[in-house]
């Protein structure tokens, strides 16, 4: 998922502090710091998701902290994206320094990014009453208005979002939707027509997709032609955004279009669950549209706002949108698996894996982003060591949903990953009589052949592999390397990586192999050149030092070659390959090795 750029600290923001440490002539004495009567989050939060209680901020005692402290440890949980311990931290700072514009916007920024509106709300109170105004702060209170059916004080502090450049779009969305609630729907379109013009005049992408918002207001109304007239207008293709493309058949289904919303679906990529998307599909089309969808769509409508107007200024902007959307939705009462599943991206883009976890188990298996936030899942868990997990979990689903070659694919992966060869190899059988010309998968499928001593399959799907894909780096790379492994067919196994290095110059896994199959055929002062610059390219991989090691040995250069196997052997987990390279340290190599 990487559509999604992570919010990085700016490295300025020290030095601002430091500045203003030196300047200020207000000093904390330590021993005046203790225990607070409440956590000022707590005290402030009343209505979120997030168990602040649940915050461990250090285990040094919060009274020998002073302000410097705080501001340190918040500095650090803000540079590694831990946005609910940089608002504690921040808030702390404030408890002893309530009038610090910086230390304001900052815990204002990290309560608002851990979706605590009604403390975030707080903050930009307090800043206000000290005539500052923080970016995106009336952002909360137009949130907890809009919760609370405030629609006149919805309409005052949209003006101020209005003027305020970070919060304008926003400005005009609940600006429309409180029109809309006293009543006023004619004023309320012409208000979303007027966001529309802005974005186009602004050159945000295609507003078309503004006409969804109207389109609710007549569904919402009964007024199902007037609703199908807007949707019309809004161009649907395989390129469109997938949220986009759910929206738009939702709306569909929801005026009774049915068959229209099921094709539109079909733009959707494989990884969506057809069969689980035309069950949605009819499941909406036979709900009846009430007073809770008005804060739907509402809390809906701002989290599509930045979704579909994505730019490299807004895009650090989407963690707290999609809160505030879901503060709207979870105080109605009402599921938001948009905003669900645009959270549990963000945790993954963060690797923030027990949030990711939590915000994945609120998305239900019938929704229609639970397959595709389904296999993101899977990889967070092969990437946090739960392959087995990740195993169980996908065949438990794929016995529920029967000819998913896509996920076949996926499981038969996992079992390759996890050594399970013999399965992996059922499964991409399997791939391969629903995907016959899939080059990808007959390199897979090579691969397992090869790693269960079944050499002449091996050789048969690689071969096929080439022919579907003739540029097919790792099918090159790997059966040049398997080759030249072996000791045969050495000119070939040449050819096939010098082809994989001309591809991918700077890939130090192929630089590797062509090193190594220099070094197999004894043309050690290439087999140097090469492994020495594999190291430069992929210098944290165990095998390329041993490589390396090795052949300076051979060349009779044997403290370089324990220098590197001694990297070698600290890199490496399994016991096997560290009591392989231990032993070459201890007696060196008097041959040419053919590793495991």
């Known amino acids: 998922m990487t559509w999604i750029s992570p919010f990085l600290v700016q490295h300025g923001k020290f030095f601002i502090f430091l500045v203003f440490m030196m300047t200020s002539c207000q000093q904390v004495n330590a021993d005046k710091i203790g225990p607070k009567s409440g956590n000022p989050i707590t005290n402030y939060e009343d209505n979120t998701h997030i168990k602040t209680e649940e915050i461990v901020p250090t285990k040094t005692d919060p009274g020998s902290l002073n302000l410097f402290g705080y501001y340190l440890r918040a500095l650090y949980a803000e540079k590694n994206q831990d946005v609910v311990s940089a608002a504690e931290f921040y808030t702390e700072s404030l408890a002893q320094d309530s009038a610090n514009e910086e230390l304001l916007q900052a815990s204002f920024s990290n309560l608002y990014a851990s979706g605590q509106i009604i403390a975030s709300s707080k903050i930009a109170q307090q800043a206000e009453a000290l005539n500052l105004i923080l970016m995106l702060g009336s952002e909360p209170a137009l949130a907890i208005a809009s919760k609370e059916g405030d629609w006149r004080a919805v309409l005052a502090l949209s003006d101020t979002a209005i003027l305020e450049g970070g919060s304008q779009h926003i400005g005009y969305i609940f600006r429309a939707w409180a029109m809309y609630n006293l009543d006023q729907k004619s004023a309320a379109i012409s208000i979303f027509e007027t966001l529309s013009e802005l974005l186009e005049e602004q050159k945000i992408g295609d507003a078309k997709f503004v006409n969804l918002f109207i389109a609710q207001l007549f569904i919402l109304e009964n007024e199902l032609s007037q609703a199908s007239a807007y949707l019309s207008e809004i161009a649907i293709n395989r390129e469109t955004n997938p949220e986009l493309t759910i929206a738009v058949a939702e709306a569909y289904a929801l005026i009774g279009q049915t068959t229209l919303a099921k094709k539109i679906s079909g733009f959707l990529s494989e990884n969506y669950n057809q069969e689980v998307m035309?069950?949605?599909?009819?499941?909406?089309?036979?709900?009846?549209?009430?007073?809770?969808?008005?804060?739907?769509?509402?809390?809906?409508?701002?989290?599509?706002?930045?979704?579909?107007?994505?730019?490299?200024?807004?895009?650090?902007?989407?963690?707290?949108?999609?809160?505030?959307?879901?503060?709207?939705?979870?105080?109605?009462?009402i599921s938001l698996p948009a905003g669900y599943f645009t959270l549990f991206q963000l945790a993954d883009d963060k690797n923030d894996f027990e949030n990711s976890q939590r915000y994945f188990n609120s998305i239900k298996e019938t929704d229609p982003r639970f397959q595709v936030a389904l296999m993101l899942h899977l990889y967070q868990l092969k990437e946090n060591n739960k392959t087995l997990e990740a195993i169980n979990k996908l065949s438990a689903y794929l016995s529920e949903n029967s000819n998913k070659p896509i996920l076949e694919e996926l499981l038969a992966d996992f079992y390759r990953m996890n050594n399970q060869f013999f399965n992996a190899i059922k499964m991409y059988e399997s791939v391969l009589s629903h995907k016959p010309n899939s080059g990808d998968v007959f390199r897979k499928l090579g691969v397992c052949y090869q790693k269960t001593q079944q050499q002449q399959k091996a050789e048969t799907a690689f071969a096929i592999a080439l022919e579907l894909n003739p540029n097919d780096s790792s099918a090159l790379?790997?059966?040049?390397?398997?080759?030249?492994?072996?000791g045969r067919n050495l000119d070939q196994a040449i050819e096939l990586i010098v082809k994989a290095?001309?591809?991918?110059?700077?890939?130090?896994?192929?630089?590797?192999?062509?090193?190594?199959?220099?070094?197999?055929?004894?043309?050690?002062?290439?087999?140097?050149?090469w492994l020495e610059h594999a190291v430069r390219l992929t210098p944290d991989d165990a095998i390329i030092h041993e490589h390396l090691g090795d052949v300076y040995w051979i060349v009779g250069r044997p403290l370089e070659a324990r220098y590197k196997w001694q990297f070698a052997l600290e890199m490496y987990s399994d016991a096997a390959p560290k009591k392989r390279v231990f032993q070459k340290i201890q007696s060196g190599v008097s041959h040419i090795v053919i590793q495991d």
């Not at 059966?479 to 492994?485: I, N, P, R, V």
């Not at 290095?501 to 055929?521: H, Q, R, T």
């Open 278 to 333: 035309y069950r949605w599909i009819e499941e909406r089309s036979n709900q009846q549209i009430s007073d809770r969808d008005k804060k739907y769509f509402l809390a809906q409508s701002i989290l599509q706002l930045n979704l579909f107007t994505l730019t490299d200024d807004t895009i650090q902007l989407l963690e707290r949108r999609a809160q505030l959307a879901q503060f709207i939705a979870n105080s109605a009462e």
């Open 477 to 486: 790379n790997y059966l040049g390397y398997w080759w030249a492994d072996e």
């Open 501 to 529: 290095v001309e591809l991918y110059p700077d890939n130090g896994y192929y630089a590797d192999s062509l090193g190594w199959v220099y070094y197999k055929i004894g043309e050690m002062e290439r087999a140097v050149l």
